[in-house]
């Protein structure tokens, strides 16, 4: 492991053009899928984390809960505070405002151009917060966090998610016609019934109704036997593969903002409750097709010890195509409020490639940050990652 | 195969003396969807659905029925929500209809059956 150190200013040049030619070298751009959360993995994650809550935690939650209505929020926050009495225990929860209210006003098209700053925040927002033990057995300490995350600049949606959504449509039309037809076998003698209680209403609200109750209970059971239909399932299923995936792509300017903050409290007392640390994420990046740049401004602040304070200035560009990604990136590290600290940086490429559909190889390699006193380390890493969620892959709203 | 829902619904719209009245399907939520007609045993649309016009030949529309499907796919990461919009005119007032279902999981599709009844 090599130890290098950085103090003089011909080192600090040097370094420069290291970085520079490190940065041509791998000619890296960033895939549109990135901003899109999608299935490229991120090892080296250098964008405003999508839950700063449990990034700052250090948590990687296997259940999180994500409400998504009102209802369901208040329900879950009921359930896992004790109905507010108690702290929950290692709980996740992440959600987005915005969303938790159907907005039928809102079509894919209306959306697909470029949004306002306060249409961007308000559609891109969310929230998440998280608890866990962070203490020991004999000192048990509960850790919550909280985040928030947005984005003031979302791109608009790129010319081929515009073309896969109009090929889509009509698509769903045709699942809609073999619904239809699959329906119409069977729905004619509630239609005739309808029709005849209606002539014979003779304009009597109340019969009507009855009629129309009867006939949209009746249609209820005939359209759940029409989805269990195994000849229905298998004319759809041959629709939805020509649908594929619909990865909706947004491209063009992003500026992300993420805030957080965790507390500690011993014995799960309140009144004893400090805070741990703090974290401010800044991202603009920009997107377009296979490629991407993207910087980030990073400031980590710690509630106990104030010069672990840390801030991060990077950049990283990244190219994408269908089953690999290579990216490069440089972040500089400090502690502005360390007396006599050294700025270290990391220097890393990164490649990343589909074998299989959903399993990813990542390799890394370059100078990783090193110990806050001095020095660097070698980065060198080989990892496999399973994506077995859903295989969508989608864009931010 | 992406699970479906279903949300179907028996509607009454007023056509008064109207011997033609105008269909309008809108997809909210962000999500993407597309529709069939179906109006006296005949699919007369298919896809995206606006202002198409249906009548009797200059006969009477009460009591007939106006079969609207609409298959939408989820694909806003943010929510599992879907909603869509018939808006009716022509009749004695033009008027809106939405309804709205979450589909089961992320990628799923609700599938709107609505039997637009005239009286």
């Known amino acids: ?397 | 195969m992406a699970n479906q829902v279903l949300f179907n619904k028996t509607q009454v719209y007023e056509v008064g003396g109207a011997t033609t009245v105008s269909v309008s399907v809108t997809i909210g939520d962000g999500q993407v969807g597309g529709s069939s007609v179906v109006w006296r045993g005949a699919t007369v649309a298919q896809g995206e659905v606006a202002g198409l016009h249906v009548d009797n030949s200059g006969g009477s529309l009460t009591g007939e029925l106006l079969l609207c499907t609409t298959a939408v796919r989820d694909i806003n990461p943010a929510t599992n929500h879907t909603a869509v919009t018939y808006e009716l005119g022509g009749g004695s007032t033009d008027q809106s209809f939405t309804y709205s279902i979450d589909v089961s999981e992320p990628g799923g599709t609700a599938i709107y059956a609505i039997t637009f009844v005239f009286i």
């Open chain 1, 1 to 397: 492991m090599s130890s290098i150190s950085y103090r003089s200013g011909g080192g600090r040049a040097s370094r420069w053009i290291v970085a520079l030619v490190a940065a041509a070298a791998l000619a890296g751009t960033a895939s549109a899928q990135e901003n899109s959360g999608g299935d490229v993995p991120a090892y080296n994650t250098i964008r405003t984390p999508a839950s700063p809550a449990f990034v700052l935690l250090g948590l990687e939650p296997s259940s999180v809960e994500r409400p998504n209505t009102p209802a369901d929020l208040a329900l879950t926050v009921l359930n896992s505070t004790a109905a507010l009495t108690s702290l929950p225990k290692n709980f996740a929860l992440e959600a987005s405002p915005f969303w938790l209210v159907s907005h039928p006003e809102i079509t894919w098209q209306s959306d697909a151009g470029v949004r306002d700053p306060l249409t961007s925040m308000a559609r891109t927002t969310t929230v998440s917060v998280a608890t866990a033990q962070i203490g020991t057995s004999a000192l048990p300490v509960t850790g919550l966090s909280a985040g928030l995350r947005t984005s003031i600049f979302s791109g608009a949606l790129s010319d081929s998610t515009r073309a896969r959504l109009l090929a889509a449509e009509a698509n769903l039309g045709g699942q809609s016609a073999i619904f239809n037809s699959f329906l119409a076998t069977k729905r004619g003698p509630a239609d005739s019934a309808l029709q005849a209680a209606i002539r014979a209403a003779g304009g009597d609200q109340q019969k009507i109704a009855v009629a129309v109750a009867a006939h949209e209970a009746a249609i209820r059971s005939l359209g759940a036997a029409v989805l269990a239909d195994p000849a229905y399932q298998a004319a759809i299923a041959h629709e939805q593969e020509k649908l594929g995936d619909l990865s909706v792509d947004r491209e063009g300017f992003f500026l992300d903002l993420a805030l957080a903050s965790a507390w500690q409290y011993p014995n799960d007392q309140l009144d004893s409750g400090s805070i741990l640390r703090w974290g401010v994420w800044l991202t603009p990046s920009w997107n377009h097709e296979h490629f991407s740049v993207t910087a980030v401004l990073r400031y980590t602040g710690d509630g106990v010890h104030g010069a672990n304070d840390e801030m991060d200035l990077g950049a990283r560009l990244l190219y994408s195509a269908a089953s690999f990604a290579i990216s490069g990136e440089y972040v500089n590290r400090s502690r502005p409020n360390a007396s006599g600290a050294v700025a270290r940086y990391r220097l890393a490429g990164i490649f990343d490639y589909e074998m299989k559909k959903g399993i990813w190889v990542s390799a890394t390699f370059g100078r990783d940050y090193g110990a806050p006193s001095g020095g660097a380390t070698l980065l060198a890493r080989l990892g496999l990652s399973l994506n077995v969620s859903s295989s969508r892959s989608v864009g931010e709203p």
